[in-house]
């Protein structure tokens, strides 16, 4: 450890007051954890990400870090529900990381247009590039490949963590009567498709949406839409 | 699978119209996953426990389900640091349910008074009785235990995420110039006592927080105190 820097004499009001501080850390206790606490520091933008999900209590819509500790604590919740073999710490391990690209590439609506959804898989792994690329190379690569294999959902591991990503959501809907549904224009059709990735992790769970689908349709929270 | 609920008609308006999907729930999938899905309903309500921890753009202050995002991630970037054989997968579930019990109890400020430091334990016993409640019982039994292990802090897997629990805020603190600090008139003096507890995670980490410390005084973000 070396003393203090000297150096820098700015006051709290002056935003380069910190900027040199990863400098500071890499002076003090090496590059390495300087690389991941940037990383650490970066990753914070996560909490302005707006979902399209409002929260239970309507109040307001979530971000992409609460919806991501909720789904990761539905996935230890529900883990039995699984119907392969699944690694819970690589699944969690998984979900604590996906959205990240989302820091620069936005959210993407899971009901959005053809156009929008065509550009997010660039969008995405250039942001990929960047955000995974502040790390130190070997545990960046770790994460990267954890993400590629979640995107891809051909695992296991990565078809329950899709499971927990599109449940999630979902119940939020139900469980506020469909205000994001309806706001959005959204049909029991489209619902139905959306989910039905839900049954490559889960039978059961599957089911429960299915059926759930049909009660929102018959309380009137979510147009039937074209048969 | 049963036919959905042909007695409900409440409309989207009628707040008590999804009240009764628990047991909509439970006729068509069973009574574990009703209580399951009841439970990962009310711990939603973790987004709306506000920190006294500024986010790093300075925005607002996280809640709570942002903070435990955070600092499950900064669990698996900063695992290497642990001093000791640290198991994880077992830390990252004890972080997951760490703060649930600040849904009834409350957050306490880490530099709050002694009075309110006192009912702390009280109120949060209560609310890990309700909350844990919700759940199948060894399910809820599992989560209290890693919970009560999280607040003995005395295994290795505890003390490492009691690690990552104090660290979070303190770079908050350090990448906003102070902003938390200041607010709330905290010396540096009390923040080497709370931070002190890092030591038993990692003395890496620690040595970078006291260095971290020395250098916020020196720029004039956090007052010294008294000697």
Redesign the interface.
Known sequence: ??????L???????PT??ND?FD??AE??GER?SA??R???E??????IVRQTP???G?RN??D??H???L???A???AE?ADADVD??RA??ML??HDLVEIDAGDTFLYANAEAKATQAVRERTAADRLFGL?PDE?GQELRALWEEFEAHKSADARFARTMDRLQPF??N??????GW?KHGVTADQVRDRMSVIADGSA?LH??V???I??A?????LPAGAA
């Open positions: 450890m070396t003393t203090p820097s000297q820098s004499t700015g006051s709290a009001d002056d007051a910190v501080l500071v850390i003090a206790a954890l991941q606490i990383f650490i520091i990753i914070d933008k996560l909490k302005g929260l239970i209590d109040s979530e971000n870090a609460e991501t500790w909720h990761m604590t539905m230890v919740i529900l529900f819970l710490t969690l391990r604590l990381i790390l545990q119940l939020h139900v469980f506020t009567g469909g205000i309806r059961d089911a429960l299915e059926h759930l049909d009660e349709v018959a309380r009137g929270h």
